[in-house]
């Protein structure tokens, strides 16, 4: 058959696109079902999107280049559209917003709105073969235990990125964009727990607590969770995607409080206190017991009999805890995928490669991540939505 544009994926990106690009359209999939991740995101309700969405919460080898899509396609569009279906939302924190109900009700709007739009989608369908034959791309497609022959004038790589392989994550957008001679930003692992070795805070685990954690790079205030393997919870998360392996990571495990003046003040008014006691005022008992990071800190010790050097130690210690995760858990529980194709090779309008009339890259794929909260959704209609216009 001849069409049009075939687009590789029907996740965020491209159902975004195809509703879009309209007629002539059509998407394949190999899973069974469009937009696996929209519906498990959000703990069911998808964070569609971030009233706070600005280029500086993206990462990118180039970091100009989400600004066009971002700014053609906003936030405020996507909550139109969410709205004109009826769809009921919330804020819930941080400027994220999520459905009241299921995420599913994205996946059926964006089906809806590629329905009307007149393209076609096919489950079940994966890329046999792939050429391009001088004047078009050339797929074989097997659907059914039967294979296909399309022919497009434009080919849309939406296959997203490689985290959660057993959900159907796949490179196939990466191995294609190398055939066509695009350069790809190594993959890495973002929005990821972090690992320590050997059970170190299997004790805490399930406690969580609002931290600041930091590198050279970045900072985030926000909640951590300690696991069984390590340390999570969004503020390391977010951290995750700035971190490269062997690098250290800051805690301050009381953001915003004046330790130092509170030791100082118990030290007045109820000297005979111990260190430890003291410290129980301000942070979770479970974790002044069993921090390693105060098992140097003179716990037992009456807050009286602390030196004002002794305070500020401890006091920086507890601000500025310095620690060098082992790993990350890696791509099988990460949210998102760093890197991907270069966007040096693509047009930030159209998100057409240069070199390669008629190929696109949209979505996760492309090496643009956002932050935590909805901007990745954000990503994957922007960028959908300047690619299917430009069709
Ligand atoms: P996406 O992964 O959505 O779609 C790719 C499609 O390509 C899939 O349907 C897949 O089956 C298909 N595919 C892959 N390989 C193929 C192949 N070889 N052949 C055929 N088809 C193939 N973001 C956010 O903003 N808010 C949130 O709440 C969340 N929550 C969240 C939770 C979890 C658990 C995860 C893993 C991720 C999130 N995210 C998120 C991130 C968000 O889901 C992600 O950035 C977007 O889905 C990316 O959209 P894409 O369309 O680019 O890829």
Redo the contacts with the bound molecule.
């Keep these: 058959m001849q069409i049009e544009t075939l687009i590789?994926?029907?996740?965020?990106?491209?159902l975004m696109c195809a509703a879009h690009a309209g007629s002539g359209t059509l998407v394949?999939?190999?899973?069974r079902a469009?937009?696996?991740?929209?519906r498990?995101?959000?703990g069911g309700r998808?964070?569609?999107t971030n009233l706070g969405v600005e280029p500086a919460r993206f990462l990118s080898g180039n970091p100009h280049f989400c600004k066009s899509a971002l700014a053609r396609y906003t936030q405020w569009d996507f909550i139109e559209l969410v709205s004109r279906h009826g769809i009921a939302w919330h804020e819930k924190t941080l400027g994220q917003l999520f459905c009241d109900g299921k995420a599913t009700q994205i996946v059926a709007m964006l089906l809806r709105e590629m329905d009307a739009a007149g393209a076609e989608l096919w489950l079940r369908?994966?890329?046999a073969d792939l050429r391009h034959d001088g004047t078009g791309f050339v797929a074989r497609v097997e659907r059914e235990g039967e294979t296909r022959e399309v022919r497009a004038r434009n080919l849309v790589l939406?296959?997203?990125?490689k985290?959660?392989p057993k959900?159907?994550?796949?490179g196939?957008a990466y191995d294609i964009a190398a055939r066509f001679g695009l350069e790809i930003v190594s993959p890495r692992a973002g929005l990821v727990p972090f690992t320590f070795p050997d059970g170190r805070f299997s004790d805490l685990s399930g406690l969580s607590l609002p931290v600041r954690a930091s590198n050279d790079r970045a900072g985030f205030d926000e909640a951590m969770l300690f696991t069984h393997r390590g340390l999570s919870g969004p503020a390391i998360l977010q951290l995750s995607s700035y971190w490269a392996p062997g690098e250290a990571i800051r805690l301050d495990l009381l953001p915003g409080a004046d330790l130092a003046g509170h030791l100082k003040a118990a030290r007045e008014t109820s000297g005979r206190k111990s260190v430890g006691t003291v410290l129980g005022q301000l942070l979770p008992a479970r974790l002044v017991g069993g921090l390693d990071a105060l098992s140097g800190a003179p716990l037992a010790t009456p807050v009286g009999a602390l030196s004002d050097k002794a305070i500020a130690e401890l006091a920086s210690r507890l601000a500025s805890w310095e620690l060098t995760p082992q790993g990350t858990e890696g791509w099988r529980t990460?949210?998102?995928t760093l890197g991907g194709i270069a966007t040096d090779a693509l047009s930030s309008k159209t998100m057409e490669a240069r070199d390669c009339p008629g190929l696109f890259a949209?979505?996760?794929?492309v090496d643009v991540t956002?932050w935590l909260?909805?901007?990745?959704?954000?990503?994957?209609w922007s960028s959908g939505a300047a690619c299917g216009t430009a069709l």
């Design positions: 590789l994926g029907a996740g965020a990106a491209g394949i999939d190999h899973a469009p937009g696996e991740k929209i498990i995101s959000g998808c964070n569609f369908s994966s890329l939406a296959t997203g990125g985290s959660i959900m159907g994550a796949t196939l990460a949210e998102v949209i979505g996760e794929a956002g909260g909805g901007y990745n959704f954000q990503w994957a």
